[in-house]
């Protein structure tokens, strides 16, 4: 019953442009925190971007500020990432995932250990 599926991901040249979504099944997401995290290859899992459940508070990765922003449609229970200016270190799988707790985002929001459930993931690549 519960269900994140992430779409949006693509190829797209350095200085594009791509806007992600996670839309949920199974539950609200205006009852949680939302975070994105992206894997490139041989990395580390890295947060992004954080949303808390209300929308009112939200955070970024230091390399993504500026470019990224997030935010939240409740009506359609779907959370975007709308990525700006992309170049080729911003190529990794991105997911979303469920806070276990809400009010983070403000704070120490990043860890991966936080998250509960996760969508499958969605590949970006940026390359000319």
């Known amino acids: 019953q519960l269900q994140l599926v992430e779409s949006g991901g693509g190829l797209v040249q350095p200085g594009g442009s791509l806007r992600l979504s996670c839309a949920a099944s199974g539950f609200n997401l205006n009852y949680y925190d939302i975070g994105w995290f992206r894997q490139a290859p041989g990395k580390e899992r890295e947060g992004v971007s954080c949303?808390?459940?209300?929308?009112?508070?939200?955070n970024y990765v230091d390399s993504v500020k500026g470019r990224f922003a997030i935010s939240k449609d409740d009506a359609k229970n779907t959370v975007y990432l709308q990525m700006n200016n992309l170049s080729a270190e911003d190529t990794a799988v991105y997911y979303c995932?469920?806070?276990?707790?809400?009010?983070?985002?403000?704070?120490?929001?990043?860890?991966?250990?936080?998250?509960?459930?996760w969508g499958q993931g969605t590949q970006v690549t940026v390359s000319s």
């Open positions: 949303i808390s459940a209300s929308g009112r508070s939200t």
């Open positions: 995932a469920v806070n276990y707790q809400i009010n983070t985002c403000g704070g120490i929001w990043y860890r991966r250990s936080s998250y509960a459930f």
